[in-house]
């Protein structure tokens, strides 16, 4: 491989020099580039081939001359026969188009399996010149037909192919004739067509060269760029992202993820750059005659999917982690910012250790790097041998960090390493499972850290994970966890939270109900029994099932059991009521709706639902293996604890600690009992009992005299997990009523005491010593008017702004903290305030001017949001450009401020370029973090009707995101119109029987 790679991708011939190919070399005024001579090298190759692709009829002619002076009778017979054959195929297929249209119809989502790929020798150089900024490849397949055929499909997005060969894999053996190839861009694929058979159970060698643009999309192999802080110059590096189908834009390639084959990899680079791959480092070579290039040839990679290769070029620094087993592990960064890469560089080991013990297997490549790059599409990419975060996800500094972004830093590198067991070892057979790598990726990451950090409790973390999960699934429009992806749409318009979070969630719900025991050993046959391949849920389920024998009964298998959970959208409520007379329980199941109202009138879903449950006189809440399923609609449960607790009007408390994926709904009674009883539960079972009530209260299921009357039993001595969740369930209702004093007076009053008695004292200690519920607290204290909170902020940023110099605002406090501080303090400045940030955003060297430009979006003052964007350049109405290339953080601001989100909508309508491509990438679009705004601000019915024409005056690419916000801000719409009236009468009854503290005007924010 080595000696042949510096013949760099052209089969030309041999007596023309590298040089000659790439006169850049001879550093002489006006030669062309590199990309630029090599289109040349093909124009001259494709004129001299010996594939008759466009001179098929000259050669023809030439064949016929031959023929007729051998005057060989068994010759003019062959080819006779043969210009039938041709000619017949012709006929039948009209033309070459009319072929590949017959081809096309025929199309399904999947590649054929006539040939399939055994392994991939790919040579690529990303050019990271100014003005050509471009890829030059060349792939070699080496192919096995399975079925005799003609016909060659792969995949292939915007590469613009040079020339493609095919050979026997057997040396001696001439090329195929290659009747044509041809693109077809709406399905991605790339058809070769031939004129002779490939013949069954032959290997064969696929060559194609080609090029490409190197664009900053970050998708495929893309540019991106930095500014070194020391030289103030713009450095640019090339990334790769793969997932999930754009493999396929840096090389072709059969780009599905059950398609596993070994990869050999060399990257062409200058002198002062270097590349970075799957494995390892083998080689290093000059490219002969090309001053400042050398090739990085890489080992061999063990067989994986497409969507897992990585190959980069970058100028970035290193250090290696020491490890006493293998693999042995660098970090990559760049310089400023290596120091920062620590914490999570000694994290990944101690993560290895834990999951090769978790599920048997070992880690068995050489290597595990970790390489934080400035853009991404994702928080991370799995790669295997090269896990790749995005920047700002993974820094970790000693000083300045509160906990929480330590957290969240750590379970993204966590959920990346794990993927390295689920999805790379085991890889899902399409992307209809990926639920399969990213739900145990997910649980197997939060398992890990909490075994790492005793700090971080996996109960609180799952908890969260829950909570969200239940806010997404209980929406009209959510996404079951198996995707039908019969009908062809973009991966990236399907892919959500569901698999992540839902996945989650399942996985856990296994494990409660399997046992601890059961459910690794099931893990481990798995891993075993499909390592280095591809399985789907059902391999999964006979794997479990193998493990459980006898546990379930006769009835149930895992097949039977975890079909309903991963085909129905959503989750179901179990609905308890209590017969005083007979002490019997009667359950009913049917899938939960956050406005209560099923929109088909009636539950066709229907969920084995694992069952456990404790009541009052014997409290058991470590018992979550299950006493009883639930398989039809309706169950009577006839059990003597049940009825005990009954007979003695006693609580009883179904789906312990909140395992299982389902809601409960109890009748009046019983929630009457758990609402007096509230104060001495244990802190999981508050959780569980909050959460659920506050469900069933947006719902309409239950009077929300029973959440007040929990809300108020609250103190200082209430856990932190619970005064969190109670947080996040008023948000929702403070979006609704930010514009009552009421509610926030009693608001404000909720949290006074524990804020000054937990958090008062904030901002003079490090934030690295600042707890997520201290951080937390502050933020909802603030946002409520609490008078001491607010002062606070404010003499905190204004401290920055007067010396930036004793605080590097960019390097030293997150992001989030970032913004949210600037965020209030413009909420409650003056108009002088706010002019003096927006000076300080308009300073040339200022280095935060993202928190800056969010912050300004953040004032109640209408009049200045209106100023500051009319003062915008739109040039040519272009969506952003160098002058406002931050305008989108301002509108997703805007977006967010329920005073003000019109603004937003009036500004949006000006742009005309909204189809702007990020690849169907959510969390790097910008367009939809503002329209995700929308869903919590808007909620009057002209707004629905508004996002209604704006869908559909703009094209299809935003049609899902925008048809997901109406049907939130026509939820809203329906909560206003069902309970704020009757919430803020209630919120009169209790703030009239509250006393106003210093801290808390009951009239809202005065004097400041």
């Known amino acids: 491989m080595v000696s042949t790679s510096v013949r760099i991708f052209l089969d030309i011939a041999s007596d023309e020099s590298i040089s000659q190919r790439f006169p850049m070399a001879n550093h002489t005024t006006g030669s062309p580039d590199i990309a630029e001579v090599t289109f040349q090298a093909y124009t001259r190759q494709q004129l001299t081939s010996e594939e008759p692709r466009r001179c098929y009829h000259l050669k023809i002619r030439f064949i016929l001359m031959a023929v007729v002076s051998t005057v060989i009778a068994s010759l003019i017979i062959y080819w006779f026969v043969n210009s039938i054959l041709v000619n017949h195929n012709d006929s039948k297929h009209s033309d070459s188009n009319g072929h590949r249209s017959a081809l096309r119809k025929q199309a399904h989502f999947e590649l054929p399996t006539q040939v399939v790929p055994l392994e991939y020798t790919l040579q690529i150089i990303p050019l990271l010149a100014e003005n050509n900024f471009s890829i030059i490849g060349d792939v070699k397949i080496q192919l096995y037909c399975k079925q005799p055929t003609k016909h060659i499909r792969l995949h292939s997005r915007k590469l613009n192919i040079k020339n493609v060969k095919i050979t026997n894999i057997r040396p001696g053996n001439k090329p195929y004739i290659i009747e044509n190839y041809k693109l077809i861009s709406g399905d991605d ?139 042995f592990h660098n970090v990559f960064a760049r310089k400023d910012v290596q120091n920062d890469t620590m914490y999570i560089g000694n994290l990944i080991p101690r993560i290895v250790r834990l999951m090769q013990n978790l599920t048997g297997f070992h880690y068995d490549l050489d290597k595990l790097d970790m390489i934080a790059v400035p853009s991404l599409a994702y928080s991370a990419m799995e790669n295997w041998g090269l896990i790749t975060f995005r920047e700002n996800n993974i820094l970790v500094r000693n000083k300045k960090q509160h906990l929480d972004s330590k957290l969240r830093s750590a379970i993204i590198a966590s959920h990346a390493v794990a993927h390295q067991w689920f999805g ?324 404000c009053e909720l949290v006074d005491d524990v804020y000054l008695s937990k958090a008062e004292n904030l901002f003079e200690t490090d934030i690295e010593t600042w707890s997520t519920f201290q951080f937390e607290l502050t933020k909802w204290a603030c946002s409520v008017g609490h008078k001491t909170c607010i002062k606070s902020v404010l003499n905190f940023v204004d401290e920055l702004l007067r010396n930036d110099t004793s605080i590097n605002i960019a390097d030293d406090l997150s992001r989030e903290f970032r913004l949210w501080a600037y965020c209030t303090y413009v909420k409650f400045s003056s108009e002088e305030q706010w002019s003096k940030l927006l000076a300080k955003y308009h300073e040339p060297k200022e280095n935060d001017k993202f928190s800056l430009a969010y912050a300004l979006g953040c004032t109640l003052n209408i009049t200045l949001i209106e100023r500051y964007l009319s003062s915008i350049s739109l040039e040519n109405k272009n969506w952003k450009n160098n002058e406002n290339q931050y305008i989108e953080v301002t509108l997703t601001a805007i977006a967010n401020n329920p005073s003000a989100f019109n603004l937003a909508m009036v500004f949006i309508e000006q742009l005309e370029n909204l189809d702007k491509s990020y690849g169907n990438i959510e969390d790097y679009d910008p367009l939809v973090k503002i329209f995700y705004g929308f869903s919590t601000t808007m909620d009057q019915e002209e707004n629905a009707k508004w996002l209604t024409r704006f869908k559909g005056s703009r094209g299809s690419k935003y049609d899902t995101l925008i048809e997901t916000i109406i049907n939130d801000v026509k939820f809203n719409v329906a909560w206003n119109r069902r309970h704020k009236n009757v919430t803020i009468d209630r919120l009169r009854i209790i703030a009239d029987a509250t006393k106003e503290s210093k801290d808390c005007p009951r009239n809202g924010r005065r004097n400041i």
């Open 189 to 327: 694929f790339l058809d070769i067509f031939l004129l002779q058979l490939l013949i069954k159970n032959q290997s064969y060698v696929l060559r194609i060269n080609y090029t490409a643009d190197l664009n900053e999309e970050p998708i495929g192999l893309f540019r991106s760029k930095y500014r070194n802080k020391i030289s103030n110059v713009t450095r640019w590096i090339a990334v790769s992202n793969f997932f999930p189908d754009f493999a396929r834009r840096a090389f072709p390639c059969f780009d599905e993820p059950s398609i596993k084959t070994p990869f050999r990899i060399s990257i062409g680079r200058k002198t002062d750059m270097r590349t970075h791959s799957n494995s390892i480092l083998i080689a290093t070579e000059k490219i002969h005659n090309i001053s400042d290039y050398v090739w990085d040839h890489y080992n061999k990679t063990p067989p994986m999917s497409t969507y897992l290769v990585a190959f980069m070029v970058t100028d970035f620094q290193s250090y290696q982690i020491n490890v006493t087993d293998r693999p």
């Open 424 to 747: 790379n070892l085991v890889t899902p057979k399409w992307w209809s499972n990926v639920w399969l790598k990213e739900g145990f990726s997910s649980f197997f990451g939060i398992k890990t850290l909490s075994m790492i950090e005793s700090s971080w409790s996996i109960e609180d973390i799952m908890a969260a994970q829950y909570r969200e999960m239940f806010e997404r699934e209980a929406k009209e429009k959510a996404y079951p966890l198996y995707l039908n992806l019969s009908l062809k749409r973009p991966l990236g318009d399907i892919f959500d939270s569901t698999p992540y979070v839902k996945g989650n969630c399942l996985v856990n719900m296994i494990f409660h109900f399997l046992g601890e025991s059961i459910f690794f050993s099931s893990i481990k046959r798995y891993i075993n029994v499909y390592r280095y391949g591809a399985a789907d849920e059902g391999d999964l389920w006979d794997v479990f099932q193998e493990e459980i024998k006898s546990t379930l009964s006769k009835e149930l298998s895992m097949r039977n059991i975890m079909k309903n959970w991963t085909d129905h959208a959503g989750f179901p409520v179990v609905h308890v009521l209590r017969n005083n007379d007979t002490g019997l329980v009667e359950l009913t199941q049917e899938r939960f709706y956050r406005d209560g109202l099923n929109p088909r009138g009636t539950s066709e879903e229907l969920w084995c639902i694992p069952l456990t449950w404790t009541i009052e006189s014997d409290q058991r809440f470590d018992g979550t293996l299950p006493k009883a399923w639930m398989l039809e609609r309706r169950m009577v449960i006839n059990d003597t604890g049940l009825s005990e607790a009954i007979f003695n009007n006693q609580w009883i408390l179904f789906n312990i600690n909140q395992t299982g994926l389902y809601r409960v709904n109890y009748d009046v009674e019983n929630w009457r009992l758990l609402t007096n009883r509230f104060d001495i539960l244990p802190e999981r079972t508050k959780l569980q009992i909050l959460n659920d009530a506050f469900a069933m209260f947006n719902a309409g299921l239950l009077d929300q005299a029973f959440l007040w009357k929990i809300l108020l039993k609250f103190n200082i001595d209430t856990e932190e997990t619970v005064w969190l969740s109670v947080k996040t369930a008023l948000e929702y209702i403070e979006y609704r009523l930010w514009d009552s004093h009421v509610f926030e007076f009693v608001s």
